[in-house]
């Protein structure tokens, strides 16, 4: 038995030992990053002006309504037809922004975000090749085990790399 380890040991390419494995928290890395708070804080306003004109929207329709609700039973018929017509495109119209608004949110962060994991991933693949690394995992990505004994974590070298602390 001693002599096939020793048989399979030698066999083995020596490279294999020399081989060099790494893994990386892009999250805490992108959380921590500036550019990720500006988006963030980007992200917040133009929701938030969304959400305004949909609110202004919906008051509009509100208004309307209770004034139709409130006159109805004096309204002519032509008037009256009219005023639901109204009421109805305003509330398609409210339909149609929300949906816009939720995609242009979407991509607006899909956005924002792709910079930030481009800048995050140039910045791993020069640690990489700086530190002569074969692989760099990234421990977010749902890899179900990562041996910390013969893996380094490199975060800390990436996060020095893009400027943070």
């Avoid at 109805?72 to 929300?98: F, G, I, N, S, W």
């Amino acid at each position: 038995m001693k002599k096939f380890i020793l048989a399979a040991l030698i066999a083995l390419p020596m490279s294999v030992f020399a081989q060099k494995f790494a893994h990386v928290n892009s999250a805490t890395i992108i959380q921590a990053m500036p550019e990720y708070t500006t988006a963030q804080t980007e992200m917040q306003n133009l929701t938030k002006s969304y959400e305004d004109e949909l609110k202004r929207m919906q008051d509009e329709f509100k208004t309307k309504l209770d004034d139709y609700e409130k006159n109805q039973a004096t309204l002519p018929d032509a008037v009256k037809q009219r005023r639901e017509t109204e009421l109805q495109d305003l509330q398609q119209r409210m339909q149609t922004y929300y949906q816009s608004s939720r995609e242009d949110l979407q991509k607006a962060e899909q956005t924002k975000m792709q910079a930030i994991q481009k800048k995050v991933t140039d910045a791993i693949k020069e640690v990489g090749t700086a530190g002569g690394y074969v692989y760099i995992m990234d421990v977010t990505a749902g890899i179900p085990f990562i041996n910390e004994t013969i893996s380094t974590d490199v975060t800390s070298q990436v996060m020095t790399k893009l400027g943070i602390k």
